[in-house]
Nanobody, 121 residues
């Protein structure tokens, strides 16, 4: 079994910062790309940031210069440092990982349960 568990969400004032963490655990053979997506009420889930095992990253235009994604490959953990937060960043943030489980013959996408981020004064 494989699971992704996020932490670090919460309520923050505009201009503040939060750091999200996501740990992939279980019967994992290998992890490739890891990333963060978000979904605001009434909107579709969208990519926030993504990082592959070699370290290359890509960001949504709306978060460039404010958010930083990083990972610890040894710990199968991905982080999202969010600075200069805005009310429009309010959403449920989901962790995603493309990985291969020990019992699997192919790569699959796994998702965390989501963590709420609310930016409000």
């Amino acid at each position: 079994q494989v699971q992704l568990v996020e932490s670090g969400g919460g309520l923050v004032q505009p201009g503040g910062s939060l750091r999200l963490s996501c740990v992939a655990s279980g019967s994992i053979f290998s992890v490739n790309g890891m990333g963060w997506y978000r979904q605001a009420p009434g909107k579709e889930r969208e990519l926030v940031a993504r990082i592959i095992s070699g370290g290359s990253t890509n960001y949504a235009d709306s978060v460039k210069g404010r958010f930083t994604i990083s990972r610890d490959n040894a710990k199968n953990t991905v982080y999202l440092q969010m600075n200069s937060l805005k009310p429009e960043d309010t959403a449920v943030y989901y962790c995603n990982a493309d990985l291969r489980a020990t019992w699997a013959h192919k790569w699959s996408a796994y998702w965390g349960q989501g963590t709420q981020v609310t930016v409000s004064s």
